[in-house]
C-alpha cells in the first residue's frame, strides 16, 4: 500500500520540468514536497493526477497504475487532487462546488454526512453555502477547493500549496486537519508547499525539489535538522 | 515612422504599376480587395484589439454607403467629400451604438450586432429618401479626363480605393502601434487591472467601437462606389459573416495579414467558379460550392492558423532556426 | 469573317451569360430559371442550333445580392466573354449590375430581363436592355382596372414584399386610381404563417376588406392562404393574386387547401400553367420534361422557358454573322413585331385559375 | 379587443418556437460556452430527414422521433469531431474568444451547403400531424389552432423535463462545471469530454424539435431556419443565456412584442424590433432578464 | 482622529453585499513615508476595503481622506491621477502585452498625445518617454533582462515583479500592495522586503499581506481586521502580542518564533 513514483520524466515543450524523479509514499503518511518556485512541484502533482502526460516513468498507487486511465477516473481510484491557486469554480455556488466533489458517488446520503464534515472543518463555507464562490475571499476559495476535494472521501490527496494566501490561524489549523486525516482516516497526502517549514513540521518525509530534480529526500525531521535546507528553503 | 510612410507610398505605387498592366477583370477585383482590406482592418481593430466582437458590420457598411450615396445623389457633394462623411457619420453612429455595446461583452455583444444586421437594412425601405429596395444610384462620375480617353471607369474606382485603403491602413497600423492600441489589447484581457493603470474602459471601448464603424462606414461607401448602387439587399448576413471570415483568415490580431485576407475572400468565389465548371453545370454546384469553400476555409483557418498566417511563419521560421542552430 | 471578332461567338457557339439567385433565401422561388431556360436551349441545340452554333448559356448564381450579381456579370462579360446577357433577375441586383458593369456603354446585349420594374424601359439610360414581361406596373394597372369595371367601390387591401416588386405594384395601383384601404409590406423572408395571421387578424379582418390582393412570391400567398384557412377567412369578395405567386401548382403543393383557393382571382400574364389546352404550355412541358425530368413545371419555368424563346428569336433575327449592335437592332426591328405576334402576353385580363 | 386577443395568441405561439431554438442554443451555452450558431444547420438537416420520413410513411410521429434522434446524433458528432479539436488547437491569443463563434458559423455554411446540394432549393411542405384551423370564440375564430396548442404543449414539456434533469440531477451541475472549468470537473470526476457531448446532443435534439415545428407554417428550404435562429438568438441574449426559463421568457417576450408592433405599428418593422428589444433590455440589464449575480472584480 | 497630516485616511467606512457586512466601520490612516500593514483573518474585508478605497466597491457610508481634504469616493480609473496605485491580489498582468507594454500602460498618465497624432504615427516622443519611465521601473525590480518577453510567459516571481513595476511607474503617493509576497519562496520574499523598505523614500505604503514575516519586518504599524471589524492597531511589536490579535489570527504558535 504506497504511492510509487519512479524515473519520472515530464517536459513542457523544450522545458524539462520534471525530470528523472523518484519516491515512495507509504499508506497513511505525508509527504512534503517543497522548493522554490519553478522547481517542478506543480508539474509533478499535475502529472501524478492525470491532468498532464508523462515522458518518462511510471506512477503506481497501490495496484492502480496513475498514468492509465484520464484524470476523471483517477479520481474514482480515491486520488483528490487540489490545484495550486484557489481551484474552484467561480461561477458556482459553494454549495454546488462541493457536491461537485462527490458528484461521480451515487450516494447521497453518504454526500450529506461528508458535507457535514467538512463544513465543521471550514465552518465559513457554512456560512457561506450559498454564495457564488467568486464572491469569497482569496482564503476562502482556497479552504473550498480543499473542501471540494475532501467531498470525495479520497485515500491519497495531492494538495498543491493548500497555505497559499491563508491566514496564519488557518494555516495552522490546515495543517493540523491534514495531520488528522492522515491520524483518523489514515488518508496518503502528498503535500506540495513553499512554506516549508509548516509542511516539514507535519509531514513523515520530505521531498526538495530544485529545477526538477530531488536534491534531498528523506524523513521529514532529517530535512528539518539538514543545514542545506534549512538555508535555501526554510530561512534560517 | 518616416520609413512606414515611404513604405506605404512605395506599396502604393507599386499597386498603380500592376493596376495599369492587368486587365479589367482583375482591376475590378484589385477594388474589392482594396474594399475588404478597409473592411476587414475594422473588424481586426475591433475584435483583435479591442477584443468586442461584432457580427453586424455588414449593416455599418450599409449606413456608410447610404451616407455617401445619399451626399452624392441629393446634395450633389464630391466623391471624397461623401467618403469623408461616410466614415464621420457612420463612426459617429457607431459611437452611439458603442454605448449600449461597451456595456455588452461576448455574446452579448454578438447578439446584438447580429439583430442590428439582420434589422438595420430593413429600416431602409421606411424612408423613401433611402430609395427603398431598388436603392440609391450613386454616380461616380467619370473619371478626370486628363487621365487619358481609355482610362476606364473600373481603373478608376481602383484607384480611388486604393488609396483610401493605403490612408486607411497606414492611419490604422499607427494607431494599432500606440497607446491607445496597447490599451485595448490591455482592457481585452484584464478590464480591472486595465482601470487601476488609469483606463477609462467604457470610454475606451466605445472609443474602439466608434473608429471601427468608422472604418466600416468608409468601406461601404467604397463598396457602393464599386457596384454604383446602394440598396438594403447588398448588405446581407452573409457580408457581416465573410468579414469575421476574412479578419480570421487575416489574423484576428495581425493588420499585416489583412491584404492577405481581402484577396482570399476575393480570390475564394473564383477557384469554386472554375471548380465548379469542371463539375460541368450543374446548377446545385454552382450554387452550393462557394459557400462550402468559404465555410470549409474557415474552418481551416480556425484549426490550423488560430492566430493568422503570421504566426504561424513565425513558428516555422523559429523551428528552422532551433533544427539549424 | 466578321462574326469572328464578337466576344462569345464562334463557327460553333454562341455564349450566353445569365445571373440568377440559385442561393439564398428567394432562390426557392426564382432558382428554376436558368435550368428552364437552359432546356429550352438544349432542344434548340439539338435540332441545328441558331445557323447551325449550338447556345451555350452559362449561368451565375448572384444570390439576389447586388455585389454579387456585379461580380457574376463582370465575370461573364470580362472572363467568359459572352456575348449577351439574357434573362437576368431582381431589380437591385440588375440594376447594380448594369451600372457597374456598365452593359450599355460597353454594347453587351441585356435580354429580356426577368422583372418587371419599368426603369428598365428607360431607352436612354438603358440602351442595350429590353425586359420581356409586362412590368409589375402594369400588371398592378390591369388589376386595378379590372376592379374598378367589376368591383367599384369595394375597399381593397394590397399584402406585398417591401422590395421593387412590391412598390412597383404600389405605384401600378396608385397611377390606376386605386387606392388600397390597407397596405401590408412586410420584409422578405418574414412570411410566415403567424405574420399572414397577423395580417388577417389585425388589419383584413377589422378593416372588413372585400378584396385582398396578394402581390407577392409563393411563399407569401401560401402562408396568407393557409392562414386564412385556418382563420376561415375570406374578403368579402375574395382573394386576388399576382401572377408571381399565383401559381395553383406551386400553392397546392404548399399544402394550401383546394377549397380557399376556389374562387380566388389571378392574373397571369402567361397563359396558366396547368392549363393543357394551350399549345406553348404543352410545348414548353414537354421539352422540360425531356431536359430536366422530376422537375415541376410551373410558372417560373414558363417564364425562363419563354425568355429563351425570345432570345432565340432574337438570334435568329440577328442574322447569321450576329454581332452585338445588329442583335440590339434586330430587337428593336424585328423582335418588337414578333412579341406582338408571340401569344406571349396573351392577355391582360385575368383568368381565374 | 379581437385584435389584441389575436396578437397575443399569435405572440405566444410565434414565442413559442423562438423559445425552442433558444433553449437548445442556451443548452450548447451552458455545456460548452458556445454559442452555436450551427444550430440552424444542424436543426435544417433533421428537419429535412423528418421531410424524407413523412414522405416515405406519411407519419409525421414518426419523423418527429426520428428528427430528434437525428439532432441528437448530429449534436454529438459535431462536438466530438468538430468542437472538441478545436478547442484541443485553439487555446492561446485573442482568437480564443471568438473561435467557436467562427467555426459554428462556418460549420452553418457547410451543412447548409450540403443540404441545397442533396435536396435543392425548392421548397418543401411538411403537413401539420393536427388542425390548423383555428379555435372559434363566439362568432370569431382565433389565431389559434389546435397546431399551435400542441407546439406549446411541447414547449412546456421540452422545458419542464430538461429543467428536471438539470436541477434534480447530478448531470446539471457536471454540465455546468464542464463548461466553466473542465480541468476542477475532471479532477473532481466528472466525465468531462463525454457530458460535454451529451449537452450537444440534447442540445441538437431540442434544435431538431425546433426545426420540424416550425415547418408546418411555413416551408423548408435550406435557407427556412435562419431568421428563427436569429431570433432564436436574440431571444437567449434577453433571457440572459444561463436559463432555460430564461430562454423561454426571452422567445415569449420576443414573439409578443415582434407581434404587436407588426400588428399596431407596421408590419415591415419586425426585424429592427428585434434590434430594438434587444438594445433596450440589454440597457437595462446587461446580462439578460434572468441573469446570475454580477460576479466579484478584484 | 486627526486627518490633517495623513496621505490618505478614512473613516467610518461599511461595506455591505446583500445581508452580508464584509466592513463596518472602520477607520483607518496613512501617513507620509509609513508602510502601513492590513492583516487579519480570510474573508476580514482587507481586499474589500481596497476594493473600497479603488472604487472598486461601493461603500454604504463612509469618507475618505486625501491629503486630508476630504474627498469623493474615486472611480477606478482615477486612482492613477489621485496618485494611487495598486496591485492586485492575483497578479493581473495583461497576458498577451510583453513586460515593457505592460508596465508603459501605467505610465499612462505620462502620455498627452491624442488620436489624431496617434493616427499620423506623431507620437514618437511621447511614446520614447513613457519606454524610458518604463524602463526606470523594471530597473528598480531589476526586471530590466524580460523587458521584452511576452508577461503570460513569465515565472511566477517574475510576474510579481512586473506587477509592482507597473504600480511604480505611475509615481504613486500611495502604493497598494494586495499580497505581494503570496506565493512566492523565501528569497523571493527577502528581496521583496528591502524592495518595500525601499520604496518609503518617495512614497507611503499600505500593504495586505499574510506572511508574518513580511509585515512584521517591513510595516510601521499594523491594522488588524476580524469580520470586518478593526479589533487592533499600533506598532508591529504591539499588535503581535495583542490576545484578541492571536486569538481571530495568529495563532498562539506565532507568537513565540
Ligand atoms: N504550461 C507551461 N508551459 C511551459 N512551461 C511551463 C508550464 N508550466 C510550467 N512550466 C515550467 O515548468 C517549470 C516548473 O514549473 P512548476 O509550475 O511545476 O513549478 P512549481 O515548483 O510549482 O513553482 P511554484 O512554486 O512557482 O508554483 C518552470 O520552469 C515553468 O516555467
Ligand atoms: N462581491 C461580493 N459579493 C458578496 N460577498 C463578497 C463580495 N466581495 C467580498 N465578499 C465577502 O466579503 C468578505 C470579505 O472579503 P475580502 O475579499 O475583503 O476578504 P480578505 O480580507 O481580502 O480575505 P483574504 O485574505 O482571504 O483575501 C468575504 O467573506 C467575502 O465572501
Ligand atoms: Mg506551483
Ligand atoms: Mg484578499
Known amino acids: 500500500m504506497s504511492l510509487v513514483v519512479s524515473n519520472l520524466s515530464v517536459d513542457h515543450g523544450a522545458i524539462r520540468a520534471v525530470s528523472g524523479v523518484s519516491f515512495t509514499v507509504e499508506s497513511g503518511k505525508i509527504a512534503a514536497i517543497i522548493g522554490s518556485n519553478g522547481a517542478g512541484k506543480t508539474t509533478l502533482l499535475r502529472t501524478l493526477s492525470g491532468l498532464k502526460s508523462a515522458t518518462h516513468g511510471s506512477a503506481q498507487w497501490n495496484d492502480h497504475d496513475l498514468f492509465s486511465v484520464k484524470p476523471e477516473f483517477n479520481v474514482r481510484h480515491g486520488i483528490a487532487h487540489v490545484g495550486e491557486g484557489k481551484s474552484v469554480i467561480a461561477e458556482l455556488s459553494v454549495e454546488e462546488n462541493l457536491h461537485l466533489g462527490a458528484i461521480w458517488r451515487k450516494n447521497k446520503k453518504e454526500m450529506k454526512s461528508t458535507q457535514l464534515d467538512v463544513i465543521e472543518l471550514f465552518p465559513i463555507l457554512g456560512e457561506r453555502i450559498k454564495q457564488r464562490a467568486d464572491t469569497l475571499s482569496g482564503g476562502e476559495r482556497q479552504m473550498l477547493a480543499i473542501g471540494r476535494a475532501l467531498m470525495s472521501r479520497p485515500q491519497l490527496l495531492l494538495l498543491d500549496e493548500p497555505s497559499l494566501g491563508l491566514a496564519p490561524l488557518v494555516i495552522e489549523q490546515i495543517f493540523q486537519t491534514i495531520k488528522s486525516l492522515r491520524d483518523q482516516m489514515s488518508l496518503t497526502v502528498v503535500l506540495v508547499e513553499q512554506n516549508a517549514l509548516g509542511a516539514l513540521e507535519i509531514a513523515d518525509t520530505g521531498i526538495a525539489l530544485n529545477l526538477g530534480k530531488v536534491v534531498v529526500a528523506g524523513s521529514a525531521q532529517s530535512l528539518l535538522n539538514d543545514p542545506a535546507v534549512r538555508a535555501a528553503y526554510l530561512g534560517y | 515612422m518616416r520609413k512606414r510612410l515611404l513604405l506605404f507610398i512605395a506599396l502604393g505605387w507599386v499597386l498603380l504599376f500592376i493596376g495599369d498592366r492587368v486587365d479589367e477583370l482583375r482591376v475590378y477585383q484589385g477594388a474589392s480587395i482594396a474594399v475588404y482590406t478597409i473592411a476587414i482592418g475594422s473588424i481586426i481593430l475591433l475584435t483583435g484589439y479591442s477584443g468586442q466582437i461584432s457580427l453586424g458590420h455588414g449593416a455599418l457598411m450599409a449606413f456608410g454607403g447610404y451616407v455617401a450615396a445619399l451626399c452624392v445623389a441629393n446634395a450633389s457633394l464630391p466623391l471624397w467629400f461623401a467618403f469623408v462623411m461616410a466614415a464621420l457619420l457612420t463612426g459617429i453612429f457607431g459611437g452611439v451604438l458603442g454605448f449600449a455595446a461597451a456595456r455588452l461583452s461576448g455574446p452579448y455583444l454578438a447578439g446584438t450586432t447580429l439583430a442590428l444586421a439582420v434589422g438595420l437594412p430593413s429600416l431602409a425601405n421606411q424612408f423613401s429618401i433611402l430609395g427603398g429596395e431598388q436603392g440609391i444610384y450613386l454616380d461616380p462620375g467619370l473619371p478626370p479626363a486628363r487621365l487619358g480617353e481609355d482610362f476606364s471607369q473600373y481603373k478608376w474606382f481602383f484607384w480611388i480605393t486604393t488609396l483610401a485603403a493605403l490612408i486607411t491602413m497606414f492611419w490604422l497600423s499607427n494607431i494599432l502601434r500606440s497607446k491607445y492600441g496597447r490599451t485595448w489589447r490591455a482592457l481585452r484581457g484584464n478590464e480591472v487591472a486595465a482601470q487601476l493603470c488609469g483606463v477609462h474602459t467604457g470610454r475606451q471601448k466605445v472609443l474602439a467601437f466608434a473608429l471601427s464603424s468608422g472604418l466600416a462606414g468608409l468601406a461601404g461607401a467604397l463598396l457602393v462606389l464599386t457596384i454604383s448602387t446602394v440598396s438594403p439587399s447588398a448588405f446581407p448576413l452573409s457580408l457581416s459573416f465573410a468579414l469575421v471570415t476574412g479578419a480570421v483568415v487575416s489574423g484576428i490580431y495581425d493588420l499585416k495579414g489583412v491584404m492577405l485576407g481581402a484577396v482570399i475572400l476575393v480570390i475564394i468565389p473564383e477557384i469554386a467558379d472554375s471548380v465548379a465548371s469542371r463539375f460541368g453545370d450543374s446548377l446545385k454546384i454552382i450554387s452550393t460550392l462557394p459557400g462550402l469553400l468559404v465555410s470549409a476555409l474557415l474552418i481551416l483557418a480556425v484549426l490550423f492558423t488560430p492566430n493568422g498566417p503570421g504566426e504561424k511563419l513565425h513558428h516555422l521560421r523559429h523551428k528552422r532556426k532551433a533544427h539549424s542552430g | ?353 | ?298 | ?257
Open chain 5, 1 to 257: 482622529m486627526s486627518t490633517e497630516n495623513s496621505l490618505l485616511a478614512i473613516s467610518g467606512l461599511t461595506v455591505s453585499f446583500g445581508g452580508l457586512r464584509a466592513l463596518s466601520d472602520v477607520h483607518l490612516e496613512v501617513k507620509p513615508g509609513e508602510v502601513v500593514g492590513l492583516i487579519g483573518p480570510n474573508g476580514a474585508g482587507k481586499t474589500t476595503a481596497f476594493n473600497a478605497i479603488c472604487g472598486l466597491v461601493k461603500p454604504d457610508t463612509g469618507e475618505l481622506f486625501l491629503d486630508g481634504h476630504k474627498h469623493a469616493w474615486p472611480q477606478p480609473h482615477h486612482l492613477s491621477e489621485l496618485g494611487i496605485a495598486r496591485t492586485l491580489q492575483g497578479v493581473g498582468l495583461f497576458g498577451d502585452l510583453t513586460v515593457l507594454e505592460n508596465v508603459m500602460l501605467g505610465a499612462q498618465k505620462f502620455s498627452h498625445s491624442g488620436l489624431i497624432s496617434a493616427a499620423l504615427g506623431r507620437t514618437g516622443k511621447d511614446e520614447k518617454v513613457l519606454r524610458e519611465r518604463a524602463q526606470t521601473a523594471l530597473e528598480r525590480v531589476y526586471a530590466t533582462g524580460i523587458a521584452d518577453r511576452r508577461a503570460d510567459t513569465l515565472s511566477y516571481p517574475d510576474t510579481k515583479r512586473v506587477a509592482i513595476a507597473r504600480a511604480l511607474v505611475s509615481e504613486p503617493k500611495i502604493l497598494m500592495l494586495d499580497e505581494p509576497a503570496g506565493g512566492l519562496g523565501q528569497q523571493d520574499i527577502e528581496w521583496m522586503n528591502s524592495l518595500i523598505r525601499n520604496l518609503t523614500a518617495q512614497m507611503s505604503v499600505l500593504i495586505v499581506e499574510h506572511h508574518m514575516d513580511v509585515v512584521m519586518t517591513v510595516c510601521d504599524r499594523l491594522y488588524v481586521l476580524n469580520f470586518g471589524e478593526v479589533i487592533s492597531s499600533g506598532t508591529a511589536d504591539i499588535v503581535r502580542r495583542d490576545p484578541a490579535v492571536i486569538a481571530a489570527y495568529l495563532g498562539a504558535s506565532k507568537v513565540n518564533s
Open chain 4, 1 to 298: 379587443m379581437y385584435k389584441f386577443i389575436s396578437s397575443l395568441l399569435i405572440g405566444l405561439s410565434l414565442g413559442a418556437i423562438y423559445s425552442l431554438m433558444s433553449i437548445s442554443l442556451v443548452l450548447v451555452w451552458r455545456s460548452t460556452r458556445v454559442v452555436n450558431f450551427a444550430q440552424a444547420g444542424q436543426a435544417i438537416v433533421s428537419t429535412y430527414i423528418a421531410y424524407e420520413v413523412v414522405n416515405r410513411t406519411g407519419s409525421f410521429w414518426l419523423a418527429f422521433i426520428v428528427a430528434i434522434l437525428a439532432g441528437a446524433l448530429l449534436g454529438a458528432i459535431v462536438d466530438r469531431y468538430f468542437m472538441r479539436p478545436l478547442f484541443k488547437r485553439v487555446t492561446t491569443g485573442p482568437i480564443v474568444a471568438i473561435a467557436p463563434v467562427v467555426a459554428t458559423l462556418g460549420l452553418l455554411g457547410i451543412l447548409r451547403a450540403i443540404v441545397g446540394f442533396i435536396w435543392g432549393v425548392e421548397l418543401k411542405p411538411i403537413a401539420a400531424p393536427v388542425s390548423l384551423d383555428g379555435y372559434s370564440l363566439g362568432s370569431e375564430v382565433l389565431p389559434f389552432a389546435p397546431y399551435n396548442a400542441l407546439v406549446i404543449l411541447i414547449v412546456a414539456i421540452v422545458l419542464i423535463v430538461l429543467s428536471l434533469l438539470f436541477q434534480k440531477t447530478n448531470l446539471g451541475l457536471s454540465l455546468r462545471a464542464s463548461a466553466f472549468s473542465p480541468e476542477i470537473a475532471r479532477l473532481s470526476g466528472v466525465r468531462v469530454n463525454e457530458i460535454r457531448t451529451l449537452g450537444w446532443a440534447i442540445a441538437g435534439a431540442a434544435g431538431a424539435i425546433a426545426g420540424i415545428l416550425a415547418t408546418p407554417t411555413s416551408y423548408l428550404s435550406p435557407n427556412s431556419l435562419d431568421i428563427l435562429l436569429v431570433f432564436g438568438f436574440a431571444a437567449a441574449v434577453i433571457g440572459g443565456l444561463e436559463s432555460m426559463v430564461g430562454a423561454v421568457v426571452g422567445g415569449l417576450v420576443l414573439g409578443l412584442g415582434v407581434t404587436f408592433v407588426s400588428n399596431y405599428v407596421s408590419t415591415s418593422l419586425i426585424f429592427p424590433t428585434a434590434f430594438v428589444f434587444l438594445i433596450v433590455i440589454l440597457l437595462v440589464r446587461p446580462s439578460g432578464i434572468v441573469a446570475g449575480k454580477r460576479s466579484r472584480r478584484a
Open chain 3, 1 to 353: 469573317a466578321q462574326a469572328a471578332s464578337q466576344p462569345g461567338i464562334t463557327s460553333t457557339e454562341i455564349k450566353l451569360g445569365i445571373t440568377s439567385p440559385l442561393s439564398g433565401k428567394v432562390a426557392a422561388v426564382y432558382g428554376k430559371i436558368p435550368g428552364a431556360m437552359k432546356a429550352y436551349f438544349s432542344h434548340v441545340n439539338d435540332n441545328g442550333g441558331v445557323y447551325g452554333r449550338k447556345i451555350n448559356l452559362i449561368s451565375k448564381d448572384d444570390a439576389y445580392v447586388p455585389t454579387l450579381a456585379v461580380k457574376a456579370t463582370n465575370d461573364l462579360i470580362m472572363k467568359d466573354k459572352v456575348f449577351a446577357i439574357v434573362g437576368a433577375l431582381g431589380t437591385a441586383n440588375h440594376l447594380a449590375a448594369l451600372r457597374s458593369a456598365n452593359l450599355s456603354g460597353r454594347g453587351v446585349p441585356d435580354l429580356f430581363v426577368n422583372t418587371g420594374f419599368s426603369g428598365f424601359a428607360d431607352k436612354a439610360k438603358y440602351k442595350t436592355t429590353f425586359a420581356v414581361l409586362p412590368s409589375y406596373v402594369m400588371e398592378a394597372k390591369i388589376m386595378a382596372k379590372y376592379i374598378d369595371d367589376n368591383y367599384k367601390g369595394k375597399k381593397v387591401a394590397l399584402i406585398v414584399q417591401d422590395d421593387d416588386f412590391g412598390l412597383d405594384a404600389i405605384a401600378g395601383f396608385e397611377t390606376a386610381g386605386l387606392k388600397p384601404a390597407v397596405t401590408i409590406k412586410f420584409p422578405t423572408g418574414a412570411d410566415t404563417v403567424a405574420a399572414a395571421q397577423g395580417w388577417i387578424t389585425g388589419k383584413l379582418k377589422p378593416e372588413a376588406v372585400d378584396i385582398a390582393i396578394i402581390f407577392a412570391t409563393t411563399t407569401t400567398s401560401a402562408a396568407v392562404l393557409g392562414a386564412a384557412a385556418g382563420l376561415q377567412y375570406r374578403p368579402t369578395v375574395g382573394w386576388m393574386l399576382g401572377s408571381v405567386g399565383g401559381d395553383s401548382n406551386t400553392l397546392r403543393a404548399g399544402g394550401v387547401p383546394l377549397a380557399i383557393l376556389n374562387g380566388a382571382i389571378g392574373t397571369s400574364f402567361a397563359p396558366d400553367p396547368s392549363d393543357t389546352t394551350d399549345e406553348y404550355v404543352n410545348f414548353f412541358k414537354s421539352i422540360y420534361a425531356k431536359y430536366v425530368p422530376g422537375s415541376t413545371f410551373d410558372l417560373t419555368v414558363l417564364q425562363g422557358m419563354n425568355s429563351a424563346m425570345l432570345t432565340v428569336q432574337a438570334l435568329r433575327a440577328a442574322g447569321k454573322n450576329p454581332t452585338r449592335a445588329g442583335l440590339i437592332k434586330a430587337i428593336e426591328e424585328v423582335v418588337s413585331a414578333t412579341i406582338s405576334r408571340a401569344p406571349l402576353p396573351t392577355n391582360g385580363l385575368p383568368t381565374n385559375s
